[in-house]
C-alpha cells in the first residue's frame, strides 16, 4: 500500500504540456454587433449528442476549454436568428481552434409559427438522454416547472417534490447546463414557469471524474437538465400569489429570478396553512402538490412559512460561483387510528393505537460552491451548512390482543421530544490532465460533521391483564457526534486506441460518539438508570485500492473492474468500557456496458457491489424503555451488509410515430442483510434487536411505454411493473422466509383540442402479495388503487375552468379494510391586465369534504393501517401577478 501511496504521488507531481484543445468564437449580427447568450453547443457526430454547452458573453464570444482530440459538430441559436451549423476537428498544430467571426442571419417570424413547437418531436433519444420538448406536454396558466415534470412519460413527483425516473431518484437538476439552484430540486421546480422551458433532458449523468476526463467509468446518477426558451435567458421573470379563503384559510407565495446570459438571482416565500410547505410561487394548483386528505397530501392540519435566496455567477469563462440560503418553519398538528396486524407463530394478534401529535420544525440551510475550469486543470468545491430544530409532543392511547383476541394489555403514554441537529458537510474535486491525451490524475473528497442533541420525557401507565400494572416516568438526554471523510485518488492511463487503464486508492473513516443518560423520575426527583445509560464510541475505518480497464470507442462504452477492501470496526462501550474490534476484507468487482444500437436505440448493463457498515444506533448495545411496549437493543456483533446491484436498460423512440419506449430490469442481492429480530412476549411486549441474517434479494422490472395519435390530438402512456423481493423474518427465535410480490402500473391519457380544452387522466393499481413461510395463514394481499382526471377548459380568450378529481382506494380483504378517498377540487379564473399578466382565481378544495387520509403497508411481520386527519372542504379567492421584464 506504500509504495502505491509513493506511485501516485509520482504521478501527480509530473510537469507537462496541455494536449487538450481550447476552441472560441464571436457571434455577430452585422447591423448590430454581437450576439450576447446566444446557444453554443458542441454535438457527437454520430448521435447529436451534446458534449458541452455554453452561453455568448455580452460581447457575443464563446470559448469552450478542455476539449477532446476528435470531430465534433458546432451548433449556434439565437432567438430570431437561422441556426448555424458546422462540421469542426480539433487542430494537429495547436491547442486552441479560433473560429473568429461567425455572423447569423435573422429570419422572419410569422404568427403561426408559435404553435410549431408543439408538433416537434415530443421525445428523442440522444445517447444516454430523454429530451421532453415541453410544449408537447401542456400545463394549465401559471404552472411551475414541477407541474410540467408530472405530466412527462416516465417520470414521477412526489407530494414532496423528489423526482424519480424508473424507480431510480433523481440527485441533481440544472438549467441551461448549469447547477443554478446548488442541487436543490425543489427551489429549480417550484418557482421556474413552466412556460420558460423548451425542452427537458433526463440524463445518465456521469460521475465528476468521467466528466472531467470524458471517459466512461460506468457510474451513473439520473440528473435533469431544463432548456429554457431563447427569450428567457436575458430578462426578469416570476409572480406573486395571494389568496384567502373559508375557515381562516390563507395562502401567500411568490418568486423572482433575475437572468444575465449566465448569472442568476432568484428570491422566493412561502406562508399558507393549507398543508401546502413548498415556494411553488402560486396556488393555482395547489390542489395536486398537497391535495386535502387525499393519497399525495400532508397528513394533519400545518402551518408553513418558507423563504430562500440563490445566486449563480459566471465571474469569467473559466470560473463560477454559486450559493443559496433557505429556511422553513411549520407546525402540525395530526390525529392518527391505526390497526396493527402482528403475525406471531401461533396466529395473528391485533394491536389498536389512537394518538394526537403536535410537532413544530425549523430548518436554515446555506450551500456554497465554487469551480474553476482550465485546459489543464478542474477544480470544484461545494460547502453546505444545515441547522434544524424539532419539538414533538404526543398523547397516545392503546390495546394489545393475543391470538385468541382476549386483551393483553392496554394503556396510556405522554411524551415530548425536543431536538437540535448541526450537519456541515464539504466536497472537493481536482483534475489534472497530462501532456499524453487521456493521462489524467484525480482527487475526490468528502467532509461531514453531524451533532444531534435530543432531550425526552415520557410518562406511560399500562394495565396488564394478569394483573400487573406498570408506571413509568423517565426523561432522558442523548448526544451524538458523528465526523466522517472519504477520499479518492486516481490515475489514468491510455493504453491504445480508446482504451485505459485506471488504478485507484480510496480510504474512508466514520467515527461516531453517543453519550445517553436516562433518569427515572420519582416524585419530580431524578436517579440515573445505570442500565439503560451508556457512552458508545464506533470507528469504521475502510481502505480500497482497484483497478480497472475501460474501452470508449464510438457508440460502445465498456469498464470492467476489480477492487479489493479492507474494513476495520472498533467500538468502546459501557463502565468499565468493554472494546470490540473486528477486520473484513473483500473482493469487489464492477462491470458497465453501454452500446448506441442506432440513432434512436440505446441498451445498457451496469453491474456493482458495495458495502455498507451498520450505524451507531444499530450498534449500541444498550436497551431502550422509553416506550414500555417497544424496546430497543443495538448488537456491537453487527457485521457489514455486502450488496450485489445491477441493471439491465433499454431506450428507444421512433420518431415517425412518436412511439417512445424505455424498460429496465434491476437485481438486489445482499449476502449479509441486517434485519430486525422481534420477540413479543406473552404481555405482547415487542423487543427489536437487529443481526445480520443469511441473504435477501429482489428483482424489480419497469417499462414505459408512451405513444401519441396525432389524429385525436392525443397520446397514451403505459407504465407497468414488477417486483419480487425474498427476505428472511425471524420473530421470536423462529427463523423464517418471506416472499413479497409487488405489480401493477399506471395508464395514462392526455388529450388537447387547440388552446381550448386540456384534460389528463391516469389510473394506477399495486397489488401485494406477503407469503410467510412460518405461518401460510398469514399470507396477505392488498390493494392499493388511485384514479386521477383533471380537465381544463379555455373560453372567451381570458376565462379557465379546472376541475380534478383523485379517487384512492385502499383494499385488504383478510383484515377486513377496505377505505376510499374520493377528491374534488374545482376553480374557475380569468386573466387581467396588459398582456395577461393577472390571474384572478375562485377555488373550492375537497368539495366532497373528505377530512381524512389513509396509508397501508406490509412489513417483514406485521401490516398496518392507519387514517389522519387532513384538511376539509374550504374556497379561496386568489390573484397572481406574472413579472417579466425583458433586459
Not at 488504478?503 to 442500565?531: I, K, Q, W
Not at 437485481?667 to 437487529?690: C, G, K, L
Not at 409487488?742 to 399495486?766: E, M, W
Not at 382506494?809 to 374557475?828: D, E, H, K, M
Amino acid at each position: 500500500m506504500r509504495n502505491f501511496l509513493l506511485f501516485l504521488l509520482l504521478i501527480a507531481g509530473q510537469v507537462a504540456f496541455a494536449q487538450q484543445y481550447g476552441i472560441r468564437g464571436k457571434v455577430m449580427d452585422k447591423e448590430i454587433g454581437g450576439l450576447p447568450s446566444a446557444s453554443v453547443s458542441l454535438l457527437q457526430p454520430q448521435d447529436s449528442s451534446v458534449v458541452t454547452y455554453t452561453l455568448t458573453n455580452t460581447e457575443g464570444v464563446f470559448n469552450f476549454n478542455g476539449v477532446g482530440e476528435g470531430k465534433y459538430i458546432l451548433k449556434i441559436t439565437f432567438v430570431g436568428y437561422g441556426p448555424f451549423i458546422r462540421n469542426i476537428t480539433t487542430p494537429s498544430g495547436s491547442d486552441t481552434l479560433d473560429l473568429g467571426t461567425i455572423e447569423l442571419r435573422p429570419v422572419a417570424i410569422e404568427l403561426k409559427e408559435v404553435t410549431v413547437k408543439g408538433d416537434r418531436d415530443p421525445v428523442v433519444v440522444k445517447g444516454d438522454t430523454v429530451e421532453y420538448n415541453a410544449g408537447s406536454y401542456g400545463t394549465r396558466p401559471n404552472a411551475n416547472a414541477e407541474q410540467l415534470l408530472k405530466r412527462l412519460p416516465g417520470v414521477d413527483v412526489g407530494s414532496d417534490g423528489n423526482i424519480s425516473v424508473q424507480s431510480e431518484n433523481v440527485t441533481r437538476i440544472f438549467v441551461d447546463g448549469k447547477e443554478f439552484f446548488g442541487g436543490n430540486l425543489q427551489m429549480a421546480t417550484r418557482n421556474l414557469p413552466a412556460d420558460a422551458i423548451d425542452k427537458i433532458q433526463v440524463i445518465d449523468g456521469k460521475s465528476e471524474e468521467a466528466r472531467f476526463s470524458g471517459i466512461d467509468d460506468g457510474q451513473r446518477q439520473k440528473v435533469i437538465n431544463l432548456i429554457l426558451k431563447e427569450d428567457r435567458r436575458n430578462m426578469g421573470f416570476g409572480k406573486a400569489t395571494a389568496g384567502v379563503g373559508t375557515n381562516s384559510r390563507y395562502a401567500a407565495q411568490g418568486n423572482y429570478n433575475r437572468m444575465d446570459g449566465g448569472n442568476l438571482v432568484s428570491v422566493m416565500g412561502s406562508s399558507n396553512n393549507i398543508n401546502n410547505l413548498d415556494l411553488s410561487g402560486g396556488t393555482s394548483e395547489a390542489g395536486r402538490s398537497a391535495r386535502p386528505g387525499g393519497r399525495s397530501g400532508q397528513p394533519g392540519l400545518m402551518t408553513a412559512h418558507s423563504g430562500g435566496i440563490t445566486a449563480f455567477n459566471q465571474i469569467n469563462s473559466k470560473t463560477t460561483v454559486h450559493g443559496n440560503y433557505l429556511l422553513n418553519y411549520s407546525n402540525t398538528g395530526v390525529i392518527t387510528n391505526l390497526t396493527r396486524q402482528n403475525f406471531l407463530p401461533g396466529g395473528t394478534a391485533l394491536y389498536f393505537e389512537n394518538s394526537r401529535q403536535q410537532n413544530t420544525s425549523g430548518l436554515h440551510n446555506a450551500v456554497a460552491g465554487i469551480e474553476h475550469k482550465d485546459s489543464l486543470n478542474t477544480f470544484k468545491i461545494n460547502t453546505g451548512f444545515n441547522y434544524s430544530t424539532a419539538r414533538m409532543s404526543a398523547v397516545s392511547s392503546r390495546q394489545s390482543y393475543s391470538v385468541a383476541d382476549t386483551l393483553v394489555n392496554e394503556g396510556e403514554r405522554n411524551s415530548l421530544n425536543q431536538n437540535k441537529n448541526l450537519n456541515f458537510n464539504a466536497s472537493a474535486f481536482y483534475g489534472h490532465r497530462f501532456g499524453k491525451s487521456g493521462r489524467l490524475f484525480t482527487v475526490n473528497n468528502q467532509v461531514s460533521a453531524n451533532l444531534d442533541d435530543l432531550n425526552g420525557q415520557s410518562l406511560s401507565f399500562t394495565r396488564f391483564a394478569d394483573g400487573g400494572d406498570e408506571n413509568l416516568q423517565q426523561q432522558n438526554t442523548e448526544g451524538t457526534r458523528d465526523i466522517s471523510f472519504n477520499t479518492t485518488f486516481s490515475y489514468t492511463e491510455p493504453i491504445g486506441k480508446k482504451q485505459y487503464l485506471q488504478a485507484g486508492y480510496t480510504v474512508s473513516n466514520r467515527s461516531s460518539a453517543t453519550d445517553l443518560e436516562v433518569f427515572d423520575v420519582f416524585n419530580e426527583t431524578r436517579v440515573l438508570n445505570p442500565e439503560q445509560s451508556s457512552r458508545f464510541r464506533s470507528l469504521f475505518l475502510y481502505q480500497q485500492v482497484g483497478l480497472s480497464y475501460r474501452l470508449n470507442r464510438g457508440k460502445l462504452n465498456l469498464s470492467l473492474g476489480l477492487n479489493a477492501q479492507q474494513s476495520d470496526l472498533s467500538g468502546r462501550f459501557g463502565e468499565p468500557a468493554e472494546k470490540i474490534k473486528r477486520s473484513y476484507q473483500n473482493v469487489l468487482p464492477n462491470f458497465n456496458f453501454n452500446q448506441q444500437i442506432n440513432k434512436s436505440t440505446r441498451m445498457g448493463f451496469v453491474y456493482g457491489t458495495s458495502i455498507r457498515e451498520p450505524n451507531i444506533n444499530q450498534l449500541q448495545p444498550v436497551v431502550s424503555r422509553f416506550d414500555p411496549l417497544n424496546l430497543y437493543i443495538g448488537n456491537p456483533g453487527l457485521r457489514p451488509e455486502y450488496l450485489h446491484q445491477g441493471k439491465l436498460t433499454l431506450n428507444t423512440v421512433r420518431p415517425k410515430s412518436g412511439l417512445f419506449v424505455t424498460a429496465s430490469v434491476n437485481f438486489n442481492y445482499n449476502a449479509s442483510p441486517i434485519t430486525a429480530a422481534v420477540t413479543i412476549d406473552e404481555r405482547q411486549v415487542r423487543t427489536t434487536q437487529y443481526v445480520n441474517v443469511r441473504q435477501s434479494g429482489s428483482v424489480a422490472a419497469f417499462l414505459n411505454v408512451s405513444l401519441p395519435v396525432k389524429k385525436i390530438n392525443s397520446r397514451f402512456n403505459l407504465s407497468p411493473y414488477f417486483r419480487q423481493g425474498q427476505s428472511v423474518n425471524l420473530l421470536n427465535g423462529v427463523a423464517g422466509t418471506v416472499n413479497q410480490q409487488s405489480a401493477g402500473g399506471s395508464i395514462g391519457y392526455t388529450y388537447r383540442y387547440k388552446q381550448y380544452l386540456d384534460v389528463n387522466l391516469r389510473t394506477h393499481v399495486t397489488v401485494t402479495r406477503s407469503r410467510y413461510q412460518l405461518n401460510q395463514a398469514q399470507n396477505q394481499k392488498f390493494i392499493n388503487s388511485g384514479h386521477e382526471g383533471d380537465a381544463t377548459v379555455h373560453f372567451l380568450k381570458r376565462f379557465n375552468a379546472t376541475a380534478e378529481l383523485n379517487y384512492t382506494r385502499f383494499t385488504n380483504r383478510s383484515a377486513g379494510f377496505n377505505q376510499s378517498v374520493p377528491i374534488c377540487n374545482l376553480s374557475v379564473s380569468s386573466f387581467l391586465l396588459k398582456d395577461n399578466r393577472g390571474e384572478l382565481r375562485l377555488s373550492a378544495f375537497n368539495v366532497l369534504n373528505r377530512n381524512a387520509g389513509v396509508t397501508q403497508f406490509a412489513s417483514l411481520n406485521y401490516i398496518e393501517q392507519s387514517t389522519h386527519n387532513a384538511l376539509g372542504n374550504f374556497y379561496m379567492l386568489s390573484f397572481t401577478y406574472n413579472l417579466n421584464k425583458q433586459q
